[in-house]
């Protein structure tokens, strides 16, 4: 008998679509990289692998691969709930899913899982979620190629002297490149954020809580900027920032 077309593979689930009468395709996120498969009665109330098939769970999958069209699931196993237990968690795990499945070409997703298990984890253990949400962002618009350059003057290379930062020319703009005509300015506490999610690596995350209402307002200006570069609209926190 080949054995060669079975798979045991660990990853977190990060959609579901309903399929057929009964039927799920899952996607998860393993190390590898982005997973789907076909898994077939799995929205049957007497299904057995309903804990380990949920947004969020981290779970390892029997697969079985097939030349053409989707792996088709043998059987799953719950190892590790990161299903929020609050209003707040809820929201910015929610971004975190929505970048993954809208934002990052599948080819790039596995470069994010180790990040994305650590702040999934991390909000779990009680570590301020909007922080976590905006370094996880920050790293997956940098993935993308539109990271912002928060080292120097993105159009002369300064390295002091900051004004502000301009989602236009992507990063930060020095005094002597400002431009008031056409540039915006931002609070230093704004700035400083944005410093400190692109450049400090996300297991930083938890040493420090950025300030919530800067934070959001960093969010709110990121999702404006991914909006304008990808065309892509992140919904998740609408009903925190509309607030
Ligand atoms: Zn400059």
């Known amino acids: 008998m080949p054995t060669a077309d079975v ?41 057995k692998n309903q804990a380990a098939l949920q947004s969020l769970v981290e779970s390892e999958f029997l697969l ?6 989707l792996a088709t ?14 209003f707040e968690s ?25 990040s994305f298990r650590f702040v999934l984890e991390g909000i779990n253990d009680g570590k301020d979620p909007l922080t976590g949400a905006l370094m996880f962002f920050a790293e997956a618009l940098t993935l993308a190629g539109i990271g912002l350059e928060v080292d120097s003057c993105v159009l002369c290379g300064a390295k002091n002297k900051i004004r502000t930062v301009s989602f236009t020319e992507g990063g930060y703009i020095c ?43 960093v969010l709110k200006g990121l999702l404006d900027y991914t909006e ?7 919904r998740s926190c609408d009903a925190l920032l509309e607030a």
């Open 7 to 47: 798979k045991k593979i660990k990853g977190i689930v990060i959609r579901l679509v309903d399929y057929k009468e009964a039927d799920l395709i899952v996607t998860a996120l393993s190390e590898e990289g982005l997973l789907s498969f076909y898994a077939r009665g799995a929205r049957k109330l007497t299904s």
């Open 64 to 69: 079985s691969l097939s030349s053409q069209g």
């Open 73 to 86: 699931l043998k059987e799953a196993t719950p190892l590790k709930s990161f299903l929020p237990n609050d």
């Open 90 to 114: 809820c929201i910015y795990s929610s971004l975190l899913l929505e970048i993954l499945t809208r934002l990052i070409a599948e080819e790039d997703a596995s470069g994010l899982y180790s």
């Open 175 to 217: 005094e002597d490149c400002y431009d008031p005509e056409s540039m915006q300015t931002y609070p230093s506490m704004y700035l400083k954020i944005l410093r400190y999610i692109f450049k400090a690596p996300i297991e930083d995350y938890g040493r420090v809580a950025l300030d919530k209402d800067y934070g959001l307002r």
């Open 228 to 234: 304008e570069m990808t065309g892509v609209k992140l």
